[in-house]
């Protein structure tokens, strides 16, 4: 998983929660606002 491991493995509890629901919200947040999210993650 990624990042989610390297949280893990520094002491910290971590849930991983595949709710639809929420998978649906930042899917539609990332469309409706693609250069926020590419600047959040380091993208142009």
Do not use: R, S, T
């Not at 971590?14 to 600047?39: H, Q, R, S, T, Y």
């Amino acid at each position: 998983m990624g990042g989610q491991d390297w949280v893990a493995e520094n002491g910290c509890e971590l849930k991983v929660m595949n709710d639809p629901g929420l998978i649906k919200l930042m899917g539609d947040f990332i469309e409706n606002n693609d250069a926020l999210w590419n600047e959040d993650i380091g993208e142009e």
